[in-house]
């Protein structure tokens, strides 16, 4: 039998993963409608409309037989994506606190790089294009064939996708582990209870200077423009996900809005001091921390081309250079 305690802490888990999801859906509608449209001008969609309506939208479309060496895994890995975002938001209730193997950073940092695998894994799985088979060389006469197959839009995304895993986001990483220089504890738990006590990390050098490499990581976790190389519309078009529809493309809609929603959770947590708990004020916080780093990032992708190597790899060096520093303070 389990104790009233118990019990409440499951069921307030289960409502603050519920609002946060709910909430979610709102936030690539407002990032299109009130930071994209105005900026460029134009009307724009309805706030419902990317994050509620499109996915009832595909969840009613006709399926598509994709070529691929392993069907199964290549479908479930959308599934695999949204499960896991909701066990990174899982790990940041105060309710997870009591489970040290799941709320310290070391299993955040296992969650998101599974996250960035399932990127690899999509590309690597599919072999058609607009779910063609195409299976040959080029045919030019006179050329010599070395029965050598076509390269497909989503090999190129899925290089890409290592080249980002390898080296792309680990100025994220460096973010997350700044504030254990302050609470000297990789648990959420003692972090918290650190930043209760002598106030928010980031209201520090090392903190302020933490919070612009995490948002820089933000954007390239999310994939968004500057940092979309693996999905850029100029050559790749989706990348990844170029061969999903039906239910699967509903569920990549929904589990990108709910990424933002849990990686503003994930800033709250490390640098306020304040976890996602629903029975509390402190879940309006963790929201408006949502909002606007999802306003941040509208305003810079608004603005932003695709990076190209040479744009790219400048950034993240840079970037990386500054968790170091970061870092460095943190300990001093």
């Not at 820089?216 to 994939?223: D, P, Q």
């Not at 849990?262 to 309006?284: D, N």
Request: glycine residues 6%; proline residues 6%.
């Amino acid at each position: 039998m389990f104790s009233n305690t118990v019990i409440y802490s499951i069921l307030a888990a289960i409502i603050t993963i519920l609002v946060c999801f709910i909430i979610s859906t709102l936030l690539p509608g407002i990032e299109r409608k009130y930071i994209h449209a105005r900026i460029q001008q134009r009307i724009g969609p309805i706030v419902i409309a990317p994050g509620i309506m499109a996915p009832i939208k595909f969840m009613f479309k006709e399926n598509v037989k994709v070529e691929s060496p392993v069907p199964g895994l290549y479908k479930v890995l959308p599934i695999i994506c949204f499960i896991v975002v909701m066990c990174l938001l899982i790990a940041l209730t105060p309710q997870a606190f009591a489970i040290p193997a799941l709320s310290s950073l070391v299993a955040i940092v296992g969650l998101l790089k599974v996250e960035e695998i399932c990127y690899v894994l999509m590309g690597a799985l599919s072999k058609s294009v607009m779910s063609v088979r195409m299976p040959f060389p080029d045919q030019i006469k006179g050329a010599v064939h070395n029965n050598a197959t076509r390269s497909f839009i989503e090999d190129i995304s899925s290089r890409r996708s290592l080249r980002m895993i390898t080296y792309g986001s680990f100025p994220l990483y460096l973010a997350l582990f700044a504030p254990v220089t302050q609470a000297r504890s990789i648990f959420l738990e003692e972090i918290v209870a650190y930043q209760q006590v002598h106030g928010p990390f980031l209201f520090t050098v090392s903190g302020a200077i933490a919070a612009i490499v995490f948002f820089i990581g933000y954007m390239i976790i999310l994939n968004e423009y500057p940092f979309s190389i693996i999905k850029a519309k100029c050559d790749v078009i989706e990348g990844p996900y170029m061969e999903y529809a039906s239910k699967y493309r509903a569920i990549v809609y929904l589990t990108r809005g709910f990424f933002m929603m849990v990686l503003g959770a994930l800033f709250s947590v490390l640098f306020l001091g304040i976890p996602p708990l629903i029975t509390s004020w402190s879940i309006l916080i963790v929201v408006l921390v949502s909002l606007v780093l999802v306003f941040m990032m509208g305003i810079l992708s608004a603005f932003s081309p695709v990076f190209t190597n040479r744009q790219l790899l400048p950034t993240i060096l840079g970037t990386t250079l500054l968790g170091i520093l970061s870092i460095v303070l943190g300990l001093l």
